[in-house]
């Protein structure tokens, strides 16, 4: 297989380059994605951090992300449980896409537009269908930052009605920490996404013959998760609101998440696919772990407040009893327990 690429190098640093996919002129061989390229070519690339070569070129097709096949036409990657850093390079949740029969929708696109890319390859060895949406189930920067990459496909991207100022808000801060963690190379082509569809309550997507339902949650992990439920399989994409193995994150309410695991706990699925772990659970029985610890949570920061306990002291008896059962603790944990007592002392 052979695809468009052109190099794009930083104005700041002309030495760092990376040859940045260019979808849709895929081709069987070298002919065929020269002979794409003569026939439509493509708009080149703006972006003043970016030099880019005067012209794409067709070279064979980079790498793209391993994918399992969680129920027929149902892909998931995962990714590292692991923080990002130039060992993963910003792979660390787990991503997927559905096949219909007329088009593909994709579930989350990774830290940075290489990601994207090497989702969008993944695809391309599955079927020729046109990627009609990419749903971004919140705003954290490891699901969205990739979805770069498909701005120029036709697919529309879609997001809970909170996400576009979520975005806004934090997106320069997102990238400019992750071309720390990751390295300058790695997040050449990363911009925060366009988001063209947003989803106040439901939305149903037809993937023709197969319908995927999007629903948008109230604060709970975030203020911006939405989850995907594919009708054919039984597959619910949870996004973040379920974590697995990872510390979950607390980037919202705890009284709110509870609340609304307690709500998804009803939903009738045949498998979900968490947010990080996994990749595939059974429910409701994926998410006990994640409800045993907002439990122990929210019981540790209560009694903390009540003995009158300053935060700094709590945040570091809050929630310890479940060091031993997730990975990340000591980078998480704190964190949750200054959201949580910030949360609830005024409750």
Known sequence: MFEAVILACLVSAPEICRAQLIPGYEAADLAGCAGALRARPPALPRDPGLQFADNPE??????????????????????????PDTGNLGDVSNLGFVVGET?????????????????????????ELPVSHVILTHMHPDHVLGATAFAGTGAQIVGHDAL???????????????DRLIGAQAMIGTRGPVIDVTVDEALTLDLGARRVHLRAWPL????????????????????????????????????????VLAEMATLEVARIVPGHGGPVLDWPEGAEGLNRYLKVLETDTRAAIDAGTRLGEAVETIGAEERGNWALFEAYNPRNATVAFTELEWD
């Open 103 to 127: 088009h593909v929708a994709v579930i989350d696109t990774g830290t940075a537009r290489w990601m994207g890319e090497a989702l969008w390859r993944a695809i391309r060895q599955r079927t």
């Open 220 to 259: 709970a992990h975030t203020g911006s998760d939405i989850t995907v439920f594919d009708e054919t399989s039984g597959t619910l994409f949870t996004g973040d609101l379920v974590f697995h193995r990872h510390t979950p994150a607390l980037d919202g309410s705890l009284t709110g998440w509870r609340a």
């Open 58 to 83: 067709c070279r064979a097709a980079g790498p793209a992300l391993d994918m399992q096949e969680a129920a027929p036409g149902v892909f998931v990657h995962m990714g590292a449980v692991e923080e």
């Open 164 to 178: 576009p100022r979520a975005l806004l808000d934090r997106q320069a801060n997102y990238i400019e920490s992750l």
